[in-house]
Each structure stands twice: as structure tokens, then as C-alpha cells.
């Protein structure tokens, strides 16, 4: 497979009776099935030829490769412009992966003993995604709240939760508060809300503890949802047009957000086989609200998910449908990189920038577009997935034309 990447049969002779020569061989075989690029195994293989000798010259063998030596290795490089790394480090990462499968590596050391947090937190993380259905990213928030709520209960002595007081949690939440700001504050009450009901789950406390917890105070429908016009929506849609394969994913990811009102993690997690194209349906997988929907398949959007998977999608075993445009071409590993793209995109279409702009702004401006055209709130909470007619009121106040019909008069110019 070395003739995949180098053409003068000189260096094929030279990697090939090097120290990793038939190491390389497999190298480039799994970076050729996984995509990547000529150039790209090419500069791979030169490296791990390069660390090669190095190991040779030292009298290192595979068995005594581990993180400190390869952390030498590296150390001893000529040093790069900043933000670059070392031509000689770019294929290390896959010739470690291969010999960490081949089972060439020294086993890792054993991990520390886990603690007491670390057991709760492990598995308040388990009842996050196997009971509630939390997407990732909400576990990682919630488990970085509770985090810091065990360390400050340990301050005190060892985790029994029977004598957890309610002022213990007042005092967490008000320091927590402190540092944010604007709904973020109401956050960290809510993954405190949530580990108590998961200590509740196991028997560690009992029913109704979780009231302890105090909300801060923010008043509802105090502000407008974020949104974009009409001609906003349809200026970021067209920065996305074009006919690479970056250009074809993220087209029909901003379709889906803008057209459909979709979550960011409901993009992420779509796969080939929820796109029913006979029947014109989308089938939305259960998540947040731990039900699953089905919404119609519009043509535009079928025309840009077509177009991706027909002339942008690499090809690949994965059933997910979006996928990274460059080797090894898996799915995006964090929703947040759905968010990432439509702010992108609106940043290149001039929308101001500020915060929350991304995916979301896209399914508040579907949400506002559907009540001013008259659909009722059971067909907007349909769409977009609400368990309660309550979260879809928020867009009530956007519906600016029955406002202003039921408007009192403006009593400054009778004055």
C-alpha cells in the first residue's frame, strides 16, 4: 500500500526496510480505507518513518514506547511557528492508535482508586443518560455543577446525605449565581434540583427534597425569544450555497434548523434511516422530551439533504447522516457543533453578533413564523416537541399583530 502514496520506488525501498516498515505498510493501508488523502498519508508516513529511526538510533523498541517517551520525542523537534505542530508529529496520534489496537503498547498504568465523588458523579452521570435521557452536552453541565456542590459538602466531612441541609444548598446556589448572569443563572438550581431527585431515585433521600432547592428569580416572558427576519433567514441560507462538500452539509443543516425548528442535537443525531423519502417525513428521534415525532420531509429541505448525500457526503459505514468533511469522516462528536455553524453562518450573512446566537435563533424565528401566519400553539408544540403548551406561550407575545389589536390606546397624546 506504500505505492498508494509514493510514486519513486527509492523511497518506497527506503520505508519499506526501515525500522517500521511493515508497520507503515498497515499505516497507510487503514489511513487509505479511512479516506484520507494522498498528501495527507504521504506526509503520515514520512513522519512515523522519521520517529522510527529516532526510536532506532536510541535503542528504544515498540514495547518501550509510552506518553513520557513520545513527549520527548516531540520535545527534541525542531520548534514550529506558533499554532503549528511539527511536520515529524503529524501521523504519531495513528501510528499510536494502530499499535494501541495491535496490542504493541505497554498497557496503561492503573487509574487511582476512584473516591467517593467520583463514584456519585459517575453514576449521576449514568441516571443523566440512561433514565432521563439528557443530551450530552446537559451532562456535562449538570455534572460540572454537581462537581463542585461535592466538593464543597466534603469540605465538612465525608458524603452522608441524610444530613444534607437546605442552607448548605441556599449558600452553593447564591455563589453559584454570583458568576453568571441572565437565564444562565437559573442553571446551576436546576442540575442541583436534579441530583437530588437522583438521590432520591437511589433511597438516599427522601421524596420531596428537591423543593429545597431555591430558583432565582427571573421573571417570565421578561424578554423577547431571539430571532431573524424573514430576509435575515433567507441572507444567512445563501451564504451556505455552493458545490463543495462543507458548503452542501451545512446548507441543508441551516434548512433543517430554519425550515423544521429542529434542535441542534436532533441534526446531529439524524440518521439516513429517518429520512422516510416515499412518504415525505422526517422521524425525529426521542431526546429531550422522551418522545419520538414525526414532521413532513419539505421539498427544499429534501433538495439540500439530497444534494449533500449525493454529491457531498463521503463515503463511510456510518448511518449518521451529517458527518465531519474531513478524514476520518465520523459524525460530529457534540451538538454544539451545529450551533457552531449556524453562528458562523450568521456572522458571514452580517446578522450583529450577541449572545445564544446559533441553532436555537433559528427554531425561535420557525416558532415566531408559525404564530404569525395563525397556527395555534398545540401545532407550533407539536413541531417543535414541547410536552407543554406553557413553553410554547413564550412566542405569544411575538404574534405582533393580534397584540396590537387588543392594545390600549396610547394615552400621551390625550394629555
Request: net charge positive; charged share 20%.
Amino acid at each position: 500500500m506504500l505505492e498508494y502514496g509514493f510514486a519513486q520506488a527509492s523511497v518506497i525501498t527506503r520505508l519499506r526496510h526501515g525500522p517500521l516498515g511493515p508497520h507503515l505498510e498497515t499505516l497507510a493501508t487503514t489511513l487509505h480505507q479511512h479516506g484520507y488523502a494522498r498528501n495527507s498519508i504521504r506526509g503520515y508516513l514520512r513522519a512515523c518513518h522519521q520517529f522510527g529511526q529516532w526510536l532506532s538510533q536510541q535503542g528504544y523498541t515498540i514495547a518501550d514506547v509510552d506518553a513520557a517517551l513520545v513527549a520527548r520525542y516531540l520535545h527534541g523537534l525542531p520548534r514550529p511557528p506558533v499554532g503549528r505542530r511539527a511536520k515529524a508529529a503529524a501521523g504519531l496520534p495513528h501510528l499510536l492508535t494502530l499499535w494501541q489496537q495491535q496490542g504493541l503498547l505497554p498497557s496503561a498504568a492503573p487509574l487511582p482508586p476512584q473516591t467517593a465523588t467520583d463514584d456519585w458523579l459517575a453514576r449521576y452521570t449514568q441516571y443523566l443518560e440512561q433514565v432521563c435521557g439528557a443530551a450530552a452536552s446537559t451532562r456535562t453541565r449538570y455534572r460540572r455543577v454537581v462537581q463542585r456542590l461535592l466538593t464543597a459538602c466534603c469540605d465538612t466531612g465525608p458524603l452522608v446525605w441524610n444530613t444534607l441541609q437546605a442552607q448548605t444548598l441556599t449558600t452553593f446556589l447564591r455563589h453559584e449565581a454570583a458568576t453568571t448572569s441572565g437565564a444562565g443563572r437559573k442553571m446551576p438550581s436546576v442540575a442541583v434540583r436534579s441530583f437530588l431527585r437522583f438521590l432520591v431515585f437511589c433511597g438516599e433521600l427522601p421524596p420531596g427534597f428537591e423543593a429545597a432547592v431555591p430558583t432565582p428569580r427571573q421573571w417570565t416572558h421578561a424578554t423577547l425569544p431571539q430571532r431573524l427576519t424573514t430576509e435575515e433567514v433567507e441572507r444567512v441560507l445563501t451564504t451556505c450555497l455552493g458545490e463543495s462538500p462543507k458548503a452542501l452539509r451545512d446548507h441543508a443543516i441551516l434548512m433543517l434548523l430554519a425550515r423544521l425548528g429542529l434542535r441542534a442535537h436532533e441534526v446531529a443525531t439524524l440518521c439516513l434511516e429517518d429520512l422516510d423519502w416515499h412518504a415525505g417525513r422526517v422521524h425525529i428521534r426521542p431526546g429531550k422530551t422522551h418522545h419520538a415525532r414525526v414532521l413532513p420531509l419539505l421539498q427544499e429541505v429534501g433538495r439540500a439533504a439530497a444534494a449533500y448525500l449525493r454529491h457531498g457526503r463521503p463515503t463511510t459505514t456510518s448511518r449518521t447522516l451529517f458527518l465531519h468533511c474531513r478524514a476520518p469522516f465520523t459524525p460530529f462528536a457534540d451538538p454544539r457543533a451545529i450551533g457552531l455553524i449556524a453562528r458562523r453562518a450568521c456572522l458571514r450573512a452580517g446578522i450583529p453578533a450577541r449572545p445564544r446566537l446559533g441553532a436555537h435563533t433559528f427554531r425561535h424565528t420557525a416558532a415566531s413564523q408559525m404564530v404569525n401566519r395563525g397556527a395555534s400553539f398545540k401545532e407550533v408544540a407539536d413541531v417543535l416537541g414541547h410536552q407543554s403548551l406553557q413553553t410554547t406561550g413564550i412566542y405569544a407575545k411575538l404574534d405582533v399583530e393580534t397584540l396590537a389589536a387588543v392594545a390600549l390606546p396610547w394615552q400621551g397624546e390625550a394629555i
